[in-house]
């Protein structure tokens, strides 16, 4: 179940660790500026460009799916890092992609999607070139598309919904669900839209062209369509429909105008195009229409039932013309919100009445979990809830009932933005209250272990928490609901006050040292071990672990707290950076050695402990 997200501060991080934000941050304004780029290939080849990929991607947890090879990042882990540049490289001079993993995965109708896994290697490759295409392409993009892109969730894409719907008065949408439509994206289609977004160079062209016919292991080649698995689809999508988001828009709200009627107000900046639309309104006699994508999940919102009619035929024509897709005629269809529930991203949302203001009608939201999602959440919450009740030891009782409670919190975030959401997990939690106390029965008590301060400030005043050894289960039934955030203006990664709203916490580390970590990788170590060597630094914000002072060039030791010898690898969790001096303590076996550097660091009690639990690691004696 996807949990709401907040903006994501990692992928903006990694950048920066990497010393690839100005060059992101040009691509996006010159994409802006209507720019063509014909030499692309050069900075998607470049070697911070692959090691930003390597990062990016071993944080997916995807990374750890194998494809047809049976290989998964933990196989490139331990390569050495100018031998995994080269592979690379090597790989992009004659591209031919490896076979495609294809699995089925169940869909809410009781139907299966299937889903195109790529090998890792390709995985990468693709997540070289999104890395550059992206400011790209995220500059010619509608600011109502809110799938798949950069500090953008189905969040602001609810709060979108419900803003049209009630603060805009339109209650006439159209609900238009393309059949098939990742199975049947038209090759070279998609190809000439990214040559008119400004993606000219012929080697990029021609290595994405090969990406979407690559063979599909037990199927053949593809002659359309772009697999769901793959890093680089769900930007390809975008720009397949970014031509139906502009076309949508230039309808009513990009219509070109004899007079320039906007202004851009001095209190926010935004543009103020109200008046714009009132001499629409007027003079004209044109459809008032907004549209709203998330992926392929696309909805129209009109004033009047004769326009959302129109406008469905006119769009269902367009896609089979422009794009060569069918819409579905069961799934698409006009609602009346008045009257009916439109379905949204897991929601269905409708309006009712709510007394009068200048003499008309007041309409409000009213959403609520979907019917389906409701049901799947129950059937999820039973099957959780029967591994709890057969566990093979307690370590794994442990484990299952943090799985669920990761399920439940992950549910909870995600819908709390329905208005009637305490309703509908009432009626969810009545369900699963009474499969609980069947299978679990008599293990289940109303006392346990103090409450996590997390869990305490969302769920501490619930009669409903129950525990099993001691340990929590969170109450399903339990939540408020929480109006959904728009997205603000400025949120943009490819722009200084952009990234300035989204994160601060690189404020605190040495830009210059972290950048001569990243320009002086440790020749010989893997690529692992040097990526954490940028995460630690900023992690630990620039200074010692152990003396807590700010580590300085020539001074900065990146210590394996598990020796390799022993059995330690290069993981995140088994390094340590510290300073050169502490590095010589931690190893001291002379006691004069020992005397002096303790003289030297001036240790307190918390750093000696901190010190000789690092000691006791590598089975040295306390100091």
């Not at 728009?486 to 943009?492: A, F, V």
């Not at 003289?599 to 006791?616: F, P, S, T, V």
Request: aromatic content about 10%; charged content about 30%.
């Amino acid at each position: 179940m996807t949990t709401a997200k907040k903006p994501k501060k990692q992928k903006l991080r990694n950048a920066e660790y990497y010393d690839l934000q100005e060059a992101f941050d040009k691509l996006y304004l010159d994409s802006l500026k209507g720019k063509g780029f014909t030499k692309l290939m050069p900075m998607i080849l470049s070697e911070n460009n692959i090691r930003l990929a390597y990062r990016n991607l071993k944080k997916n947890s995807g990374s750890r799916t194998a494809g047809t090879d049976k290989k998964t990042i933990k196989d490139f882990e331990a390569w050495n890092e100018q031998d995994f540049v080269k592979y690379v490289r090597r790989r992009l001079e004659w591209y031919v992609p490896q076979p495609v993993r294809r699995v089925e995965i169940p869909k809410e109708s009781g139907k299966t999607r299937p889903l195109g896994i790529p090998t890792i290697s390709d995985r990468l490759i693709q997540q070289c070139f999104l890395q550059v295409l992206e400011p790209i392409c995220e500059a010619k993009f509608h600011d109502r598309s809110f799938g798949f892109r950069p500090n953008r969730s189905q969040e602001n894409a609810m709060a979108a919904a419900y803003s049209l719907a009630q603060r805009q008065h339109l209650y006439y949408v159209v609900d238009l669900d393309i059949k098939g439509f990742f199975d049947n994206v038209n090759h070279g289609k998609l190809l000439k839209q990214m040559w008119m977004i400004g993606i000219r160079d012929k080697q990029v062209i021609s290595i994405i062209s090969a990406m979407l016919k690559a063979e599909v292991a037990g199927i053949g080649f593809p002659e359309k369509g772009t697999p769901q698995g793959g890093i680089i689809s769900p930007l390809l999508s975008n720009i397949v429909l970014n031509e139906l988001d502009w076309w949508i828009s230039s309808q009513w709200e990009t219509i070109p105008m004899q007079n320039d009627y906007a202004h851009i107000r001095s209190d926010n900046g935004v543009i103020d195009k109200g008046y714009v639309y009132h001499v629409l309104r007027t003079q004209t006699n044109l459809k008032e229409c907004y549209g709203l994508r998330y992926a392929d999940d696309f909805k129209i919102f009109c004033r009047e039932k004769a326009d959302a009619e129109k406008l469905f035929i006119a769009t269902q024509n367009w896609l089979k013309e422009r794009l060569g897709l069918e819409i579905s005629p069961e799934k698409s269809r006009i609602v009346d919100l008045r009257k009916q529930y439109s379905d949204f991203l897991g929601f269905k949302m409708k309006v009712k009445q709510n007394g009068r203001k200048n003499g008309r009608i007041r309409y409000t939201v009213v959403s609520h979990i979907s019917d389906k999602r409701k049901q799947r959440i129950k059937n999820r919450a039973a099957d959780m809830i029967g591994r709890i009740k057969f566990p093979a030891n307690e370590n794994e009782e442990h484990k299952y009932v943090m799985d669920y409670n990761s399920f439940v919190l992950g549910v909870h975030n995600y819908y709390r933005i329905a208005t009637h959401v305490s309703k509908d997990f009432a009626e969810i939690g009545f369900s699963v209250k009474r499969t609980m106390k069947c299978r679990l029965g008599q293990r289940l008590k109303r006392n346990g272990n103090t409450l996590p301060e997390y869990v305490r400030a969302r769920y501490g005043k619930s009669n409903q928490m129950r525990y099993i050894r001691g340990l929590f289960i969170l109450p399903i039934a339990y939540v408020q609901t929480v109006a959904p955030k728009h997205r603000p203006r400025n949120w943009s990664i490819y722009t200084a006050e952009g990234r300035a709203s989204v994160h601060r916490s690189l404020e605190v580390v040495n830009m210059s040292i972290l950048r001569y970590l990243m320009e002086n990788p440790v020749r010989g170590e893997s690529i692992e071990y040097n990526d954490n060597r940028l995460a630690l630094y900023c992690a630990q914000h620039g200074n010692c672990a152990i003396t807590g002072k700010p580590l300085t060039i020539g001074s900065i030791h990146c210590h394996h707290k598990t020796r390799k010898k022993d059995g330690g690898d290069d993981r995140y969790t088994n390094l340590i950076l510290i300073c050169q001096d502490a590095h010589i303590l931690i190893h001291a076996v002379d006691r004069d050695t020992i005397m002096i550097y303790c003289e030297r660091l001036k240790l307190n009690a918390k750093q000696k402990d901190k010190l000789n639990r690092l000691r006791k690691l590598l089975n040295l004696s306390p100091v």
